[in-house]
C-alpha cells in the first residue's frame, strides 16, 4: 500500500549505512527461519536502485549469506545426505531462473518491474500472516 502498488516511487529516504545493521538483521533471521525473501526490498526500492541493479545486488548479499549459512549448518550436522543434493539442486534452480530472469527483466520497463515487486511483496507477506493466522488471531 505504501507504494501505491508500484506507482509511488519513494516512501522514504535511506541512508548507505542503514544497510549494514538491516542486512545483518535479515541474515540473522535467514538462519533462524531459513528464508527471508522481500524483506529488504524496501530498502531498495527507497535507495532508489533500478530493476537490474536491485536484483543484482540481492544476489551478490545472498551468497556469502548462503555461504555462511551452509558452513554453519554443515559444521552443526544439520546438513549432511540427502539434504545436501536437494541444496545442490535448488542452487542450480536458483542459478537457472537468475539467468531466465536476467532476460525478462532487461526488456521490462522500470515501473512494470517495482509493480511486481510490490506485488511480490504484498503476496509473500499475506501468505506469512496466513500460514501464522492461530497465532495472529491468539494476540486479538
Do not use: C
Not at 49 to 77: C, D, F, N, Q, W
Not at 93 to 107: E, H
Amino acid at each position: 500500500m505504501q507504494y501505491r502498488f508500484g506507482a509511488r516511487e519513494r516512501n522514504f529516504d535511506v541512508r548507505h549505512w542503514w544497510f549494514l545493521p538491516a542486512e545483518a538483521v535479515v541474515g540473522f533471521l535467514s538462519g533462524l527461519i531459513g528464508a527471508t525473501g522481500p524483506l529488504m526490498n524496501t530498502f531498495y526500492l527507497n535507495a532508489g536502485i533500478t530493476k537490474e541493479r536491485l536484483v543484482g545486488t540481492k544476489t551478490a548479499v545472498s551468497l556469502p549469506t548462503h555461504l555462511v549459512k551452509l558452513a554453519a549448518y554443515t559444521t552443526l550436522g544439520a546438513l549432511s545426505g540427502q539434504l545436501a543434493l536437494f541444496v545442490l539442486a535448488a542452487g542450480a534452480g536458483a542459478l537457472a531462473s537468475n539467468l531466465v530472469a536476467k532476460r525478462l527483466i532487461g526488456k521490462m520497463p522500470e515501473a512494470r518491474f517495482r509493480t511486481i515487486v510490490v506485488a511480490v511483496m504484498v503476496a509473500s507477506g499475506a501468505a506469512m500472516v496466513w500460514r501464522q493466522r492461530e497465532t495472529v488471531l491468539g494476540l486479538f
